[in-house]
Every structure is written in structure tokens, then in C-alpha cells.
């Protein structure tokens, strides 16, 4: 039996480490910029992009409406999961980019979510897509990006940026492009990505074939070698569904190849020329998360990282 003594001290221990493990685990979610500004300061990034033709060539909504409308209608069946934090507050509007090369979709703060035509033209069914998509809308609602360009750049930079300082946009913007986000914020988007399909018709782990289908590739991104591995990406996208117990199948396949034809009619942008575009300070595409020092879990990926961080997987010429 111990004595009082010792068990005061046995008690202490608890608390303590009770109390330093939540401390620790409300550290790594600490996120001092105002979640008010994330919508600002994704506009301000939205207009930069919208900006800058030869790093984003938009495509236009006029004369592509099916494509956006189906793109946006996914994002709306998300949503109406009511599983997505800000759901009713950020501003969840899909933009295209016509860049056929580029496996890639990324999210701004506030809910700007992009999307590669190379990234469509590559994906085989809508559940993939809107696997990928549940993903990226992880990342925004779960203010992964202002978390991590808080610790890169400090709070007052990115207030100054959402109020519309044109010089600080620029550096938000490009900062965003070199960032990463780390191994733990990638494990919970793909996970969410699980969550918001769920209660819906289609296959909840559709990110995973995302992933499988990206390790066939003859030539894998340097991301795939880098980041969090695919194979236990896979492995916890798998589970997941499987504890969510999700019952939907749908893939829409034969709709996606649909949309894939619409896809492939779309004349590409022509080649940058070497010239101004593509330097060194152009804010190429914007992506989230710094590394976090000292802790391999949260080792940031190299630019151009997981399954839907801004990454580009083929590089441009
Ligand atoms: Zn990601």
C-alpha cells in the first residue's frame, strides 16, 4: 500500500501527464489567425491567382459550364453531409485550371478549391474525385493552411495580407506554394475525405484509388517516395471506411468518362515562354504547411506533396 505521500506524488504524476499530453495535443492544433480572416485572406490569394494567367490559366466557366457544374455539385453533396466545419461560412467554389500536365488540386483558407485538368483527365471515377475533393476540403476546414503559414510567416503577415496588402499577398501567395503540409494534417485529410463520403452513395475510400492508381505509375511523382507513404495512405483510407462501417458503392464511372471526354476537347494554354512566367517569385501553386521542427510525424513533404496538396507531379517544362 503506498503511503500518503506517495500516493499524492502518483497522483501528481497523472495529472501532469494527462495535462502535458493534452497541452501538447492543443499545441499542434494551435492556430492563432482568426478564423474570420480565413475568407479574406482566400479571397486576396483567389485574385492573385486569378491574376497570374501563366502560372493559373483559369479555365472560363462560359463554355464550360457542365464541367463546373459537375464539379460543383460534388462539392455540394459534401457539404450537405453536414459533416465539413464552415460548411455555410468559406466559400467552397471550384475553379479549373487548364494545365493538362499537372496532377493536382489544392484548396486556399476560406474554401477556393482548384482543380488540374491533368488531375481529371488522370482519375478513372467520380468517386476518386470526389475523394480527392473531400480531401482538399479537409485541409481548408480543418484551417490547415493558415495554421501552418502562421508558424511560417507570423499572424501579422497574413492579417496584412486578407486586409489586401498587395505586396504581402504576393509573399503569402508564393509562400504558400513552397509549403507543405505535414505527414499528421495530410492523415487527417484523408481520413475527413473517408468521413464526408460516408453517408453518401459513393465508395468512401474513393482517395485511395487515387493513390493505387498513382503507384502504378511507370514514373511516380517525387512526392509518392517522399510523403507519408501510399501504401499506408491506402492502408488508413481502407480502414477508415471499414470502421465508419460506410455502406455506398457508387463509382459513377460512366459519368466520369463523360466528363473526361468534355475534359480532353479543351485546348490547352499555349507554352509558357521562358520569359517573366515561372520565376523564382511567381506564386506558383499555392500549398500549406510548414515544416514543424523536431518531430519526425509531422515532417513536412517537399513541395508539390500529398494526394491533393498543391504538388505538381509532372514538372512543366
Ligand atoms: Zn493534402
Given at each position: 500500500m503506498l503511503s500518503f505521500n506517495k500516493a499524492f506524488l502518483f497522483i501528481l504524476v497523472v495529472l501532469c501527464t494527462i495535462s502535458c499530453s493534452f497541452f501538447k495535443s492543443s499545441w499542434s492544433k494551435l492556430n492563432v489567425f482568426p478564423?474570420?480572416?480565413?475568407?479574406?485572406?482566400?479571397?486576396?490569394v483567389a485574385a492573385e491567382?486569378?491574376?497570374?494567367?501563366?502560372?493559373?490559366?483559369?479555365?472560363?466557366?462560359?463554355?464550360?459550364e457542365n464541367v463546373y457544374n459537375y464539379l460543383n455539385d460534388i462539392v455540394k453533396k459534401i457539404l450537405a453531409t453536414n459533416?465539413?466545419?464552415?460548411?455555410?461560412?468559406?466559400?467552397?467554389?471550384?475553379?479549373?485550371?487548364?494545365?493538362?500536365?499537372?496532377l493536382n488540386a489544392f484548396c486556399t483558407p476560406g474554401g477556393h478549391i482548384y482543380v488540374y485538368t491533368g488531375l481529371m483527365s488522370?482519375?478513372?471515377?467520380?468517386?476518386?474525385?470526389?475523394?480527392?475533393?473531400?480531401?482538399?476540403?479537409?485541409?481548408?476546414a480543418?484551417?490547415?493552411?493558415?495554421?501552418?503559414?502562421?508558424?511560417?510567416?507570423?499572424?501579422?503577415?497574413?492579417?496584412?495580407?486578407?486586409?489586401?496588402?498587395?505586396?504581402?499577398?504576393?509573399?503569402?501567395?508564393?509562400?504558400?506554394?513552397?509549403?507543405?503540409?505535414s505527414r499528421a494534417n495530410e492523415t487527417q485529410a484523408d481520413s475527413f475525405s473517408v468521413l464526408?463520403?460516408?453517408?453518401?452513395?459513393?465508395?468512401?475510400?474513393?482517395?485511395?484509388?487515387?493513390?493505387?492508381?498513382?503507384q502504378g505509375q511507370p514514373t511516380p511523382p517525387q512526392w509518392l517516395s517522399t510523403h507519408p507513404s501510399p501504401t499506408n495512405r491506402i492502408k488508413n483510407i481502407d480502414e477508415k471506411k471499414n470502421e465508419h462501417q460506410c455502406k455506398g458503392k457508387e463509382s459513377n464511372s460512366?459519368?466520369?468518362?463523360?466528363?473526361?471526354?468534355?475534359?480532353?476537347?479543351?485546348?490547352?494554354?499555349?507554352?509558357?515562354?521562358?520569359?517573366?512566367?515561372?520565376?523564382?517569385?511567381?506564386?506558383?501553386?499555392?500549398?500549406?504547411?510548414?515544416?514543424?521542427?523536431?518531430?519526425?510525424?509531422?515532417?513536412?513533404?517537399?513541395?508539390?506533396t500529398g494526394p491533393m496538396a498543391p504538388k505538381k507531379v509532372l514538372k512543366k517544362g
Open positions: 478564423v474570420s480572416q480565413d475568407i479574406e485572406l482566400g479571397n486576396q491567382i486569378a491574376s497570374n494567367p501563366a502560372d493559373f490559366p483559369l479555365l472560363p466557366v462560359s463554355g464550360n459533416l465539413v466545419d464552415y460548411a455555410r461560412d468559406f466559400k467552397w467554389e471550384v475553379k479549373i485550371i487548364n494545365d493538362p500536365k499537372t488522370f482519375l478513372d471515377s467520380e468517386d476518386q474525385l470526389a475523394g480527392v475533393l473531400g480531401h482538399e476540403i479537409a485541409h481548408a480543418n484551417r490547415h493552411s493558415t495554421q501552418q503559414l502562421t508558424k511560417s510567416l507570423g499572424v501579422q503577415i497574413l492579417l496584412d495580407a486578407a486586409l489586401g496588402k498587395k505586396e504581402v499577398i504576393k509573399q503569402v501567395t508564393g509562400t504558400l506554394a513552397a509549403l507543405s503540409f464526408y463520403l460516408c453517408p453518401t452513395n459513393w465508395n468512401a475510400n474513393g482517395a485511395s484509388g487515387f493513390f493505387k492508381k498513382m460512366s459519368v466520369y468518362q463523360n466528363i473526361k471526354a468534355l475534359i480532353a476537347k479543351i485546348t490547352p494554354p499555349p507554352p509558357k515562354t521562358t520569359s517573366g512566367a515561372n520565376t523564382n517569385n511567381a506564386p506558383a501553386l499555392p500549398k500549406t504547411n510548414t515544416p514543424t521542427p523536431g518531430k519526425s510525424d509531422e515532417k513536412p513533404a517537399p513541395a508539390g
